[in-house]
């Protein structure tokens, strides 16, 4: 039986303009509002990313992180 979808947890989230845009264009091509979306990406997080490409992405995105946030 599959499990119930309950959002349990609303929490406020801050994110880039890009970030949102893919967000929003993800949840739209498949069907889903942007809660439904996130929801689908972390409780399949491991077998939606590749874990070498995601540590390089996030080594990218911490060295730029600084100068994004001027």
């Known amino acids: 039986m599959p499990k119930r979808f309950r ?3 609303r ?3 801050a ?3 890009d970030g949102f845009r893919r967000l929003k264009r993800f949840a739209s091509e498949a069907g889903l509002d942007e ?3 996130l929801s689908f990406l972390f409780e399949n997080f491991d077998s939606v990313t590749h874990e ?3 540590t390089h992405r996030l ?3 911490n060295a ?3 100068d994004r946030k001027r």
């Open 35 to 37: 809660g439904e979306a």
């Open 59 to 61: 080594r990218l995105f």
């Open 15 to 17: 994110m880039t303009e």
């Open 52 to 54: 070498e490409n995601l």
């Open 64 to 66: 730029e992180l600084e």
């Open 11 to 13: 929490f406020p989230v």
């Open 7 to 9: 959002l349990t947890r």
